[in-house]
């Protein structure tokens, strides 16, 4: 007796869930249908407008057409995971009055908090919508409200975010750039699911920024992981970051990169790694400089070092270098700090040349002055070129000319 009246109680949600699944279903394919009807004009879009990589938002206001932008409305067959949950309609009716605002910072941050608590609770639903928002904030606003998704759902997003990608890559590119923001691990960690996505590193590249504030260990594996398929702009921001921390694992970490290279200069990555630590920490810099023996490193610092004091005054930065005028890298960095500041400092760079005593440093520097001053000024060149004695340096710079 018991028996019979439980039962028709447990069957009954069984029933009810059944009947719920049964109208989501034609709840969504209605939603669908409304969403591809509402886009079918901007889906398509013109030559050129993504030549960035990224879609490109109108700005235009008041001219009487529709802005454009990207859209998940062909997606809709594909996103039909988990469906509006009880407060997905009050959670719609939030968005929709934050659209009512005036425009502002006020309105964005509404907008954003709206759409990213409405696509946490029903993600296809809200993303039906989501060319209702501005055309100018549209691509901002998803992306952060995805970065949201994977934060909170994050099996609901990997289901939404392997859709997209194969839809659209510039979606990701943007999802992927607002996840690093609070969490770059997480975005190079979908990265290593979809490596297809990333075969030019431009996944990798919008994650990089995130990671390095966070973790620059970690942003330098990865990039180091990629060997050839690294960007040397990759390099460069991990580089600069590592010196500004660790001047040591960051020399260290470019002589790895340039082993596992075939197309990077081993100088130019030195000298990035040189560059930023003169420029913000120059006392450092030229102690690791003195306690450094590797010559190639020494050569770097000793140059980049002068060049950054050329930028205030060049007879500073020349005094500072004749410290080292009997290391044997001396004349490389000399004539490295000459060449840099020939063409915007002649005048400079032509006291200093007959001081030299080093006759093939002074002659190969007479004739780089020689040729950037003439295009510059040639009555100044001249009238300094005519000043010179007889010697090895006027027959330089003659012979410049």
């Given amino acids: 007796m018991k028996l019979h009246i439980v039962l028709p109680f447990l069957l009954a949600p069984i029933a009810g869930v059944l009947i719920g699944v049964q109208i989501f279903e034609g709840t969504e394919d209605a939603a669908g249908m409304r969403g591809s009807e509402k886009n079918s004009s901007v889906q398509t879009q013109p030559a050129g407008q993504q030549a960035s990589g990224l879609p490109q938002a109108s700005t235009a206001s008041g001219s009487g057409q529709a802005p454009t932008g990207f859209a998940f409305a062909d997606l809709m067959s594909i996103m039909r995971k988990g469906g509006p949950g009880v407060s997905a309609p009050a959670l719609q009716t939030s968005f929709e009055a934050t659209l009512q605002q005036p425009p502002g910072e006020n309105k ?39 970065a949201a ?48 996505l990333d075969a030019k590193g431009e996944l990798t590249a919008v994650v990089l920024p995130g990671l390095i504030r966070s973790n620059v260990a970690l942003a330098a594996q990865t990039v180091a992981s ?72 020494r050569k770097s610092l000793m140059s980049e070092i002068a060049i ?26 000399a004539q490295d700090l000459l060449y840099r500041w020939s063409y915007t400092k002649p005048e400079e760079v032509a006291r200093i040349l007959p001081t030299l005593t080093n006759q093939e440093l002074q002659a190969a520097a007479g004739t780089r002055l020689s040729l950037f001053w003439q295009q510059r000024d040639q009555a100044s060149y001249q009238a300094w070129l005519a000043s010179l004695p007889p010697g090895s340096l006027k027959e330089a710079a003659t012979l410049a000319q």
């Fill in 226 to 297: 990629m060997t050839d398929r690294a960007p040397v702009s990759l390099i460069q921001q991990v580089a600069v970051s590592y010196a500004q921390h660790d001047p040591a694992q960051a020399y260290q970490w470019v002589n790895q990169v340039i082993q596992e290279r075939s197309d990077a200069s081993p100088a130019q990555l030195l000298n990035h790694v040189s560059s930023s630590l003169a420029a913000s920490n120059p006392a450092e810099a030229a102690k690791y400089l003195n306690r450094t023996d590797d010559p190639a490193v």
């Fill in 149 to 196: 998704l994977a934060q909170q759902r994050p099996e609901t997003f990997a289901s939404y975010s392997k859709a997209i990608g194969q839809e659209t890559g510039t979606v990701i590119a943007a999802t992927l750039g607002a996840m690093s923001e609070s969490n770059p691990a997480e975005a190079l960690a979908w990265i290593a699911q979809y490596p297809n």
């Fill in 308 to 333: 950054r004091q050329g930028q205030e005054s060049l007879t500073t930065a020349w005094n500072w270098l004749s410290q080292y005028n009997s290391d044997p890298l001396y004349a490389e960095a």
């Fill in 108 to 146: 964005t941050r509404a907008m954003q908090s709206a759409f990213n608590a409405w696509v946490i609770e029903a993600p296809a639903e809200a993303l039906a919508h989501m060319d209702s928002i501005p055309a100018e904030e549209r691509q901002t606003i998803v992306a952060n409200a995805l």
